[in-house]
Structures are given as structure tokens and as C-alpha cells.
């Protein structure tokens, strides 16, 4: 089946720091998320990507989708204590419809003060 | 707009003992449903999805069931928990082809 895999696993750095995570695929994927989990909580979508190659913001953060379509990046401008969490990438080929959405394990973030 | 109600927020349950969560949609019609298991510092497991009323498939064998009666509503279910049943238990909704939106989680702790 398909599997993703984020790198790294988990990442500790300083306030104010930029930081960079991404999420590969084995497979070709048509759309992208990114999602954020803070601890005891649901993940909230961030971004989300349609297209490949296609750059997007939201706030301080800015996701792309792979040109070769089997990964996405993510970016995160000066870091705040609040950023702490889980970041999750989902992908789905859209092969079939109604096809799940495949997670990836997850990036631990930590920023230290 | 859209919401997704899941409780209870922490459940402390004996091994062998039954168990019920709930989840509820509000603001949309005939949306695609999620049950997700997460262990701690692991990342998320699908357990079952539904796309209808009475329409569930399960992705990985376990001690749980799932179930729809209604087109909102959403349980996950098991007659006996086992001390592996313990985790973050995710509910997730979905309008198709757009991305999901989780609910804010039940802690399950098995004794």
C-alpha cells in the first residue's frame, strides 16, 4: 500500500530558528496536506495543495508540492513557542474516487526558548 | 459553518469492560467518516471509514467495531477492551475530496 515518510522525525530548535520538514512518497500523489497536532489535541489543517509545484502561504508557513508529485515541503519562518507539536503530511492519488488520505508518522517539533 | 462533537474527552476503563465513543457532524449532509487510532508519540492509525449510512470498512483487524445509524453520527465500539485498546482515539470528517477535519479526541486508558 502506499506510505509516506517525513523527515525528521523529530526536530528541536531554537525561538526564532527557520525549519524546514518534508514528507516522501513512493507513490504519485495529486493532493497535499499539511496538518498541525498540538499535544491532547486534534490535528487542524494548515495547508492544503492541489497542483504540482504549486507554493503556498499561510502566515508564517509555506508548503510546496513536489514537482515529481511524490513529495511536499514544509517551511516555518522565525519560530514561536507555539509552534510545539506534531506536523502530519497527508496525500491521496485521487486514483480512485473517494480514495482515503494516506498520513505520514509525523514530525515532533519542539522550540526551545 | 461545519463542527465535529467527540466525547468524552478521557476514559478510564477496566480490561474487559465494554466501550463506546461518539461522534457527531453538524452543518453537512452525507459526509465521509473517520475513526483514527493514535499510540502515544506514534503517528495516526485508520481504523474504520464510512461513506454512508449502515457503510463501514475496516482497515486493520481488532477488538473494535464501528458503526453508522444515523448519516451524522458516528461509534466506535468494542464488547471487551484489551490493555492494547488504550489510546488517542480520533474522529475525522471529510466532504469528499477535500481534506479532513478531526475532532478534538477521547484518551482511552485501559487498567
Known amino acids: 500500500g502506499q506510505q509516506l515518510n517525513q523527515s525528521p522525525q523529530s526536530m528541536f530548535i531554537q525561538e526564532g530558528e527557520d525549519v524546514s520538514m518534508n514528507c516522501t512518497s513512493s507513490?504519485?500523489?495529486?493532493?497535499w496536506l499539511w496538518y498541525k497536532q498540538d499535544p491532547g489535541e486534534g490535528p487542524v489543517l494548515l495547508i492544503a495543495?492541489?497542483?504540482?509545484?504549486e507554493l503556498t502561504s499561510n502566515g508564517r508557513l509555506t508548503a510546496q508540492f513536489g514537482i515529481t508529485r511524490k513529495d511536499s515541503f514544509l517551511n516555518i519562518s522565525a519560530s514561536i513557542p507555539s509552534d510545539v507539536g506534531i506536523y502530519f503530511c497527508?496525500?491521496?492519488?485521487?486514483?480512485?474516487?473517494?480514495?482515503?488520505?494516506?498520513f505520514g508518522p509525523g514530525t515532533r517539533l519542539s522550540v526551545l526558548p | 459553518s461545519q463542527t465535529i462533537h467527540q466525547w468524552p474527552a478521557t476514559l478510564v476503563q477496566p480490561v474487559g469492560s465494554p466501550l463506546s465513543l461518539e461522534c457527531t457532524v453538524e452543518?453537512?449532509?452525507?459526509?465521509?467518516l473517520y475513526w483514527y487510532r493514535q499510540a502515544a508519540g506514534r503517528g495516526l492509525q485508520l481504523l474504520f471509514y464510512?461513506?454512508?449510512?449502515?457503510?463501514i470498512s475496516s482497515e486493520v483487524p481488532q477488538n473494535l467495531s464501528a458503526s453508522r445509524p444515523q448519516d451524522r453520527q458516528f461509534i466506535l465500539s468494542s464488547k471487551k477492551l484489551l490493555l492494547s485498546d488504550s489510546g488517542f482515539y480520533l474522529c475525522?470528517?471529510?466532504?469528499?475530496?477535500?481534506?479532513?477535519?478531526f475532532g478534538s479526541g477521547t484518551r482511552l486508558t485501559v487498567v
Open positions: 452543518g453537512t449532509s452525507n459526509p465521509n
Open positions: 497527508a496525500g491521496r492519488s485521487d486514483l480512485n474516487y473517494g480514495q482515503n488520505f494516506v
Open positions: 507513490s504519485i500523489f495529486n493532493t
Open positions: 475525522a470528517w471529510s466532504a469528499g475530496y477535500e481534506g479532513y477535519t
Open positions: 495543495l492541489y497542483k504540482a509545484g
Open positions: 464510512s461513506v454512508g449510512i449502515g457503510q
